[in-house]
Every structure is written in structure tokens, then in C-alpha cells.
């Protein structure tokens, strides 16, 4: 039983991969078991792929490793890869915004106005607003209820972490962008606040094509950039 209720804790996105659980005495007590009995739901869940145990205590298994670390392997090498990835955001994107406007609760509302207000306090701090965007998008995954969804988002964030499908500092570090995205989210947030679903899915829809043009354009620019300067400095590479 206590196993159980750990895994639907870890299948319901309550405790996310990475997170260390409470001590073994704290928890014990939390779950109103005994310690014997926690140990064994603990090495249960730890068998099936779901813990951890370290020196100082369980963590939730970053369970969806085996399957992102490889794809980001192979996402890193191939151009086409953005391409396809903003595809698939805007049609399930879409669709989470939807769904979050019709079933989100009130905790999960407020939680989004909060990291909305912290977008709008980062200011020129792109990493904070990279971040406080990876936690916007994750909490309408959330709000969604849909638990593929939720599970899903949370392994392609660990990717956009790592810039493999592109670079967040060159997106957010302009700011023309930063402050179209802003608005952007905002009107996302306002439509699934109303609870218009039609509204938020076409606010997402919307900023994820406006996404990938900006890193399109972005991606344009430096390639003609770059062309230009090897033409200026052609005189390295020919016979004077």
C-alpha cells in the first residue's frame, strides 16, 4: 500500500524526477507507517525503476533517461530536428493549453499568475526568464491533467536545458523577443485564467510559430553573417 501510494504520487507529477525524498523517520511519520514497512515499499520502487537510493537517502529516478539521453544524442546532430520539434509542440502545446483552461484548479491558477509575475520581474536576466518560461509551460502541463502530457514535457524540458534543440540564451537575450514572448505568455495565461480553452490554444498555437520564426530568422541572419565574413576574409586563403 505504501509503495503504491508513492508511485501514484510519482505518476501524478508530485514528485518529480531528481527530487530527494524526506528522511526515513520524517517520511514514516508523514505516511503514518512504520519504518520497516517504509524501507520495503522504498527497495519495491527502487526495483522498479522509480527511486534511487543514495548515501543520503531516495531520489525519484530520472525514469525518463533511457529514453531522452539517447534521443538527444541524436537530436545534437541533425538541423531538421527544431524544425520538427516546433511542430510537435504546436499541435500538443496547443492542446494542453486547451485542456488546462477547462480542468486547471485554483492552487494550479495561482501558480501560474506567480510565474507569470516572475517573468515579468526578470527583467534583463535571460536565464531567469528562460527558466521561469520552462516552468510556465511545464505548470500548463500540468493544469492539463493529462498525465502522457505532463511525463513527456517534462523529458523534452531536460532537453531545452541543455539547448539540444536550440539555444535559449540567443532567443531570450534580444530583447524585441524577450518582450514579444512576454506578451505572449500573458495572453495564454489570461485565456486559460478565463477558462476559454479555444482562446488559450490558439495563444500557444500562436507563440510557438512566433517562436520558431524568431530562431529562424535568428538562424538566417548569423548563417548570412557568417558567409559575409569568410568573404572579407578570403585573402587568407588565396595567393596575393
Same mark, same amino acid.
Given at each position: ?91 500538443? %502545446?496547443?492542446? *494542453? !493549453?486547451? @485542456? $488546462?483552461?477547462? #480542468? =486547471? ?5 495561482? /501558480? ?63 530583447? %524585441?523577443?524577450? *518582450? !514579444?514572448? @512576454? $506578451?505572449?505568455? #500573458? =495572453? ?5 485564467? /478565463? ?46
Amino acid at each position: 500500500a505504501v509503495a503504491a501510494h508513492l508511485e501514484r504520487l510519482i505518476l501524478e507529477g508530485v514528485l518529480r524526477p531528481g527530487e530527494r525524498l524526506a528522511g526515513e523517520r520524517e517520511l514514516a511519520e508523514r505516511l503514518g507507517v512504520s519504518r520497516p514497512s517504509l524501507r520495503e515499499a522504498l527497495q519495491l520502487l527502487e526495483q522498479r525503476g522509480l527511486l534511487v537510493t543514495e548515501r543520503t537517502g531516495s531520489v525519484v529516478a530520472r525514469f525518463l533517461a533511457p529514453m531522452t539521453e539517447p534521443l538527444a544524442t541524436l537530436f545534437a546532430h541533425d538541423d531538421r530536428v527544431a524544425d520538427d520539434f516546433f511542430e510537435y509542440r504546436e499541435a500538443v %502545446e496547443a492542446k *494542453a !493549453a486547451a @485542456l $488546462a483552461a477547462e #480542468r =486547471a484548479s485554483e492552487p494550479e491558477r495561482a /501558480a501560474i499568475r506567480a510565474v507569470i509575475a516572475r517573468m515579468e520581474a526578470a527583467g534583463d536576466d535571460w536565464e531567469a526568464e528562460a527558466e521561469a518560461d520552462l516552468e510556465f509551460h511545464a505548470l500548463i502541463h500540468e493544469a492539463s491533467h493529462n498525465l502522457v502530457m505532463l511525463h513527456v514535457m517534462r523529458g523534452l524540458a531536460e532537453m531545452l536545458r541543455r539547448d539540444i534543440f536550440f539555444s535559449r540564451r540567443r532567443l531570450f537575450s534580444q530583447p %524585441e523577443v524577450s *518582450a !514579444a514572448l @512576454l $506578451a505572449q505568455h #500573458r =495572453a495564454i495565461a489570461s485565456a486559460i485564467l /478565463a477558462g476559454d480553452g479555444a482562446a488559450a490554444g490558439e495563444a500557444m498555437r500562436g507563440h510557438v510559430r512566433y517562436t520558431f520564426t524568431a530562431l529562424d530568422r535568428q538562424r538566417r541572419d548569423e548563417a548570412r553573417e557568417g558567409i559575409a565574413l569568410r568573404r572579407l576574409s578570403r585573402s587568407d586563403l588565396v595567393a596575393g
